[in-house]
């Protein structure tokens, strides 16, 4: 797959990989003019190493492939000098920086500070798959599970290990075949909620009061199965509140609540209060109205 | 049928998907209003609402939510303030296949301004899988400029998990 930043002419070559005559295209060293080349299959697995996609090709198929590749050829940067800063928010009460490249001790700092920064990183922690993480793109790509993800993030023992790459590599990796591509903000979340252990971020306290700007965007599917979420950040949407606050209105875990107050602090979705008095900030729902809602939402869990 | 105190609004544009949220969640199957589409609405589907979509979910104890979905057509926007009153939130459905989606949510963000300011509102985007581009970030900084408290998510509007989720979503900023 020859690709030259510096020349922007060339194709975008669809070959049917299920005939002898597309095998033999695929097995040879190609034009320089073509640019991008996806096997068309019966079935979407890799062949020769190439993308595949599944026949009857849809226009909607074509366009997410490319779609996928102008997003990495977008996110071409000089990572050479990048040097990766942790700041807990606009505020800057609360900062820890250090130089990407060494092992630190939360999976979860590695990617708030490639998101902040915008770099690109490879994270090893064997035996599972890397994870090829671009902060320009907001991608994280991997072969790696949800499931075998949060494994890495708990783990204690043997750290990730974090290099530099270059968008070069980064993008012949995440377009590659069997690479699952997820949002960087999705997996900071997951992360959190498993390896940040519920420990507040430095100078805050359970008494800043946070209001949320916006909704972290999820997969539909974590959604579903972590309501919490939309409680907690529907309350933080509507009024400022604090950690405790939080915790009495929801009566979740502490940590769950902690970990989530960090998180939309840390991805820039919250900003504290300052001017907020908070004996006053939780104005608690009408009596009645609370219990329409509590019977509304048994009523749909049940009908889940 | 009598209409209650407890309301549920779902509103936005033409093939938006709210007769199908609506039928994913009540417990009796959609009144509808639904007659073969004559105008520039052909493009996208054969039927479409004309007064309002009606349906239910009934609680333990009996009470009732009423669901309503209001018609599409700008031209009926008569309807919007009456299916609103008594209502308790409003579910925003922006389809994001349609020709300029972010205009189509801030349309009914201003038309729906007031009652969102007494209740609460909630954005589905939907088709979002097939939309050439996403619209997401677009729509939830329409959200954040006008300092409304709404949850924005793409959504299918025919999955039962997806419709619930949303709800979900919007009860928790009531």
């Not at chain 1, 996806?38 to 492939?65: C, I, K």
């Not at chain 1, 972290?216 to 309350?235: A, D, T, V």
Request: net charge negative.
């Amino acid at each position: 797959m020859p690709l030259s930043y510096n020349d922007t002419s060339g194709e975008v070559a669809l070959i049917n990989a299920d005939t002898d005559v597309g095998i033999s295209y695929l097995e040879e060293e190609n034009n320089d003019q073509v640019k991008i080349i996806l096997a068309e299959r019966a079935v979407s697995t890799a062949v020769l190493g190439f993308r595949s996609l599944e026949r009857p090709v849809s226009v909607h198929d074509l366009v997410n492939a490319l779609s996928t590749y102008c997003k990495h050829f977008s996110s071409r940067i000089d990572t050479a000098s990048a040097t990766a800063t942790i700041a807990s928010g606009s505020d800057g009460s609360a900062s820890v920086s250090q130089t990407v490249g060494n092992n630190t001790p939360l999976l979860l700092h590695e990617f708030i500070s490639v998101h902040r920064d915008k770099t690109l990183i490879k994270l090893e922690c064997a035996p599972y798959h890397p994870l090829y993480i671009n902060g320009i793109s907001g991608t994280c790509a991997t072969r790696a599970s949800l499931a075998e993800i949060h494994i890495i993030a708990k783990e204690t023992e043997s750290r990730p290990v974090v290099t530099e790459i270059d968008a070069a590599e980064e993008l012949n990796q995440a377009t590659s075949n069997d690479m699952v591509s997820y949002p960087i903000g999705t997996i900071i979340w997951q992360i959190a909620m498993v390896g940040a252990n519920g420990t507040i971020l430095p100078n805050h306290s359970l008494d800043t009061a946070v209001k949320l700007k916006s909704l972290p965007r999820f997969p539909r599917e974590y959604m579903r199965n972590h309501p919490e979420f939309l409680k907690l950040s529907g309350l933080i949407l509507k009024q400022s509140m604090t950690i405790r606050q939080l915790q009495q209105a929801t009566q979740l875990d502490i940590e769950v609540v902690t970990d989530f107050y960090n998180l939309v602090f840390s991805l820039g979705l919250s900003s504290i209060d300052k001017s907020a008095d908070s004996a006053e900030l939780y104005k608690k729902k009408n009596v009645e109205r609370e219990s329409l809602l509590s019977r509304l939402a048994k009523k749909l869990i049940s009908a889940a | 049928m009598r209409v209650g105190e407890h309301k549920i609004i779902f509103t936005g544009s033409v093939g938006a998907g709210k007769t199908a949220a609506i039928s994913c969640l009540s417990d009796i199957p959609v009144v509808g209003t639904d007659v073969a589409a004559t105008d520039e609405t052909l493009n996208k589907k054969d039927f479409t609402t004309v007064a309002m979509d009606y349906g239910y979910i009934q609680l333990e104890d009996g009470e009732l939510i009423h669901l309503y979905g209001t018609p599409g057509q700008e031209r009926f926007n008569f309807m919007w303030e009456i299916l609103c009153q008594g209502g308790v939130g409003l579910v925003l459905l922006v389809d994001a296949t349609s020709s300029d989606p972010v205009a189509d949510c801030e349309f009914y963000l201003k038309a729906f301004g007031k009652f969102i300011e007494e209740t609460g509102a909630v954005i589905g985007i939907t088709r979002a899988d097939i939309a050439s581009n996403s619209i997401y970030e677009q729509v939830q900084d329409v959200v954040i400029e006008k300092g409304y408290p709404i949850a924005v998510l793409e959504i299918d509007a025919r999955n039962n998990e997806d419709v619930n989720m949303l709800v979900h979503a919007l009860m928790a900023v009531l």
